[in-house]
């Protein structure tokens, strides 16, 4: 069942277009350090060092009619982060493992108010969820998180592009997250209150494009 929900997210940003679709992929080492809390005043220091890896399909692509042009960006990427964690001995708490395994689609549908040769204004409507534990197959791991959310969005942004390079701005309106552990309990959420407990972010995006 997961192996079909993870190709439903794929398919449709396939079958859009045959242009304007990139595939990518990553896997990179870090290391660092964070807290955990020993008791309700105190903290120790923990050592880290984590594997991730991911692979990213997108899509941009824009088509103008009469009333204006109207353009999709989309991307869907399926990452495995590996996190060891090295505690101090005389804390007495062994070190562990974490695995967080990501599904996150997100799509926005733009629609271009006000364009030039290297300028266009937009306003868009979307959204993108965060999936965990929606793995291809199965780790044998116990410790595996699940946090499902949905973040819908309105957006407004300027997009200047330079030759090949572009950057892009904007401010967000997002409604409050909405958690899940099944997708049916999408649709037992009070709507209202999402919007009403929404948040407006700042946002900068900037590329290259081939």
Not at 16 to 30: A, D, E, K, P, T
Not at 186 to 203: A, F, H, Q
């Amino acid at each position: 069942m997961k192996k079909y929900l993870f190709l439903l997210f794929f398919l449709p940003l396939i079958s859009l277009s045959q242009s304007g679709i990139s595939l990518s992929g990553s896997s990179q080492f870090y290391t660092g350090q964070s807290i955990i809390p020993l008791d309700p005043t105190s903290f120790s220091a923990v050592n880290y060092n984590s594997r991730n890896h991911e692979i990213k399909l997108s899509i941009f692509r824009g088509r103008k009619f009469k009333i204006g042009t109207f353009a999709i960006n989309a991307s869907v990427s399926y990452s495995i982060n590996q996190v060891n964690y090295s505690l101090d001995p005389n804390l007495g708490i062994p070190n562990y493992e974490t695995t967080q395994i990501n599904l996150i689609p997100k799509i926005g549908f733009w629609y271009i108010v006000f364009q030039t040769k290297n300028t266009f204004i937009y306003t868009s409507i979307g959204g993108f969820a965060i999936m965990e534990d929606l793995n291809i197959g199965s780790l044998d791991n116990d410790n595996l998180y699940e946090y499902n959310s949905i973040i819908p969005f309105f957006r407004t942004g300027l997009q200047l592009n330079y030759g090949k390079f572009f950057i892009n701005p904007f401010i967000s309106f997002d409604l409050d997250e909405i958690n899940f552990i099944e997708f049916n309990n999408i649709w037992d959420v009070d709507l209202k209150e999402k919007i009403k407990n929404y948040n407006i972010r700042s946002g900068l995006e900037f590329g290259i494009m081939f």
